[in-house]
C-alpha cells in the first residue's frame, strides 16, 4: 500500500504545483484585466450599442440550459451504466457534465467572497459601473447585485466544454463553441 502511495504523492505534487502556477496566472490576468481592460472595455460596449445586437443575447443561452439539463443526464448516463460500460462518449460527457456543476458550485462560493459589480445594470437596479459608477471588488457581500465575479456563464461554458477540449477530435469543435459564447459575455456588457 505505501509503495502505491509513493507512486502517486509525485503525481499529485505535479498536478499541485501546475494547478497552483494556472491559479497564479489567472489571478495575474484578473488583475490585468481589473486595472487597465474591463472599464474601457465596458464603456466602449455601451457608447457604440454593441449589446443590442440579438445574437449576442441569443448566445447567452445555452449555458444556464446546459447545466439545468446536467443533473438529467447524468441520471440516465447512470442507468445505462447498469447494463452496460460506458462508451468513451458517455465517460466524456459524464465528466463533462459533474464538471459544470462541481464549477458553477465554485462560482457561487467565489462570487460571494469576491463581491463584484456587473459593467451594467440589468436587474431590480444593481449596481454597476456605468449606472452609478460602482466598480471595484466588495468582498463577502452575498447579493445578487455583486456577483459577477466570477462569471456564471463563462464557469459553465469553459467547464463543460474543457472536458471535450481533452478529446482531441474534438478540440476544434469545443474551441469553435466557446469562443462566440465567451465574446457575447463581453458584448452583452
Known amino acids: ?26 489571478i495575474g490576468a484578473v488583475l490585468v484585466c481589473y486595472f487597465w481592460i474591463d472599464r474601457p472595455v465596458a464603456f466602449f460596449v455601451y457608447r457604440h450599442h454593441i449589446n443590442e445586437f440579438q445574437i449576442f443575447h441569443w448566445l447567452t443561452y445555452p449555458p444556464p440550459a446546459v447545466q439545468t439539463w446536467s443533473p438529467l443526464v447524468l441520471a440516465v448516463l447512470l442507468v445505462r451504466r447498469a447494463w452496460k460500460p460506458f462508451l468513451r462518449w458517455q465517460k466524456v460527457l459524464l465528466v463533462a457534465c459533474v464538471s459544470l456543476i462541481v464549477a458553477d458550485q465554485f462560482r457561487i462560493g ?28 466588495h468582498p463577502f457581500q452575498r447579493d445578487d447585485d455583486v456577483g459577477s465575479f466570477p462569471s456564471g456563464h463563462a464557469a459553465r461554458i469553459l467547464s463543460f466544454a474543457t472536458e ?5 477530435r474534438s478540440r476544434v469543435i469545443g474551441a469553435v463553441i466557446c469562443t462566440p459564447m465567451l465574446v457575447s459575455l463581453v458584448a452583452m456588457n
Not at 504523492?9 to 499541485?16: D, G, T
Request: hydrophobic fraction near 40%.
Open 1 to 26: 500500500m505505501w509503495q502505491d502511495l509513493a507512486i502517486v504523492m509525485p503525481e499529485y505534487r505535479k498536478l499541485l504545483w501546475r494547478a497552483s502556477t494556472a491559479v497564479a496566472l489567472c
Open 110 to 137: 467565489l462570487g460571494d467572497i469576491c463581491g463584484r459589480y456587473w459593467p451594467q445594470t440589468w436587474t431590480h437596479d444593481n449596481p454597476s459601473l456605468i449606472g452609478d459608477g460602482a466598480y471595484g471588488f
Open 164 to 168: 471535450w477540449i481533452t478529446t482531441p
